[in-house]
């Protein structure tokens, strides 16, 4: 059998099992159907920010092992895929008028979801080939000088959004760098100077006192995205390190520092864990690459977590720290937290070894 076709007959066997005993892991199958089930009439998710919320759905249902041609969530994959091509009105950029400041994040996602399907999306691949090339472009081109990415497209301030952060940021960095490499391990073409551009703007951000990862060094060096904090965050130190990974960085003391300034913040952590479910989606990435006791002790205190924070209808609950809705907020919680319990199936490309 082949090797993908295997991958995919596992994955639907495991998806249908029950969650264990005591809530040691978390209800996969429930998550996915409670997901599934909230996709909008035009295959998007979300009411704000829909191509960030969409990419994310997408991913969680690819990670699951369904594709655009087979699975229980094929028609959903197909949807989701239309409704993010269908925001490419210039060839080159997803756009779409729920984007809210950060239109980086929501190409970036969207570009990264339409990686991830390439290859699987029998009719669908074609369109998908044309809008990864165009989504590259965009991506290139809205990079900064010093190799960052700011939340606006093509670096142009929104002006509905002029009190917004201006300069580059490191969370827009790292999702436009995954999308990069997403496009590039597909096969793409991607400019090799602005994948190592977008690496050194990642290892200079690093903290020299702790290891972690600062929030951006454009216009000087801000340490944290928390107002008044003079210490690097979980969340971007955990995204730094994963991306830093994605580029082919997998050991030297930039990535072990980052690793050890992770690993205070195992779950049950009683550190305060700002975006909790975005800084334990890379810090799973990290961990499972890392492999041995060290990332499964890891991946078996976050499984266990996560169990015990699923709501009884399969979903997890809103950060109250974030800027979106609630629903909004549940919607992306619930991907990403699936891709955490998803990702030993290493049914993505950027979640293989």
Not at 141 to 156: A, E, H, I, M
Not at 177 to 185: H, L, P, S, T
Not at 274 to 283: D, K, N, S, T, V
Not at 320 to 326: F, G, R, V
């Amino acid at each position: 059998m082949p090797r993908l076709r295997l991958k995919w007959t596992l994955a639907l066997l495991l998806a249908g099992a029950p969650a264990a005993l005591g809530k040691e892991r978390p209800d996969v199958g429930a998550g996915l159907a409670w997901l599934a089930a909230r996709q909008g009439a035009d295959g998007s998710w979300g009411q704000k920010d829909k191509l960030a919320l969409t990419g994310m759905s997408g991913l969680a249902l690819l990670a699951s092992g369904s594709t655009p041609t087979r699975g229980p969530y094929a028609r959903h994959i197909t949807r989701a895929l239309q409704f993010v091509m269908s925001t490419q009105q210039d060839g080159r950029a997803f756009r779409h008028e729920s984007s809210g400041y950060s239109a980086i994040h929501n190409h970036g996602y969207a570009l990264l979801f339409v990686t991830q399907a390439y290859g699987e999306g029998g009719p669908l691949d074609d369109a998908m080939r044309r809008a990864i090339e165009g989504g590259l472009q965009a991506a290139v081109q809205s990079q900064r000088t010093n190799g960052g990415f700011s939340y606006y497209l093509y670096d142009v301030q929104d002006p509905r959004w002029k009190d917004m952060w201006r300069v580059d940021e490191a969370s827009t960095t790292v999702a436009l760098i995954q999308a990069m490499r997403g496009a590039r391990n597909a096969g793409f073409t991607v400019e090799r100077d602005a994948l190592n551009r977008a690496a050194r703007y990642i290892a200079d951000s690093q903290h020299a006192e702790t290891g972690g990862f600062v929030y951006s060094i454009g216009g000087g060096v801000r340490v944290s995205f928390i107002e008044g904090s003079n210490r690097p965050t979980f969340a971007i130190t955990a995204a730094a390190t994963a991306v830093l990974h994605a580029l082919g960085t997998y050991e030297g003391p930039v990535v072990e520092r980052g690793i050890a300034y992770m690993e205070a913040f195992i779950p049950p952590s009683r550190k305060k864990v700002p975006f909790f479910y975005y800084a334990h989606y890379y810090a799973a990435q990290v961990m499972h690459l890392v492999g041995g006791p060290r990332g499964e002790r890891w991946m078996e205190a976050i499984r266990k977590e996560l169990a015990e924070r699923q709501r009884p209808d399969g979903r997890w609950p809103a950060d109250p720290e974030d800027s979106l809705a609630q629903g909004d907020s549940e919607l992306l919680n619930t991907a990403w937290a699936l891709q955490v319990c998803l990702i030993e199936r290493a049914m993505l490309p950027i979640h293989e070894r």
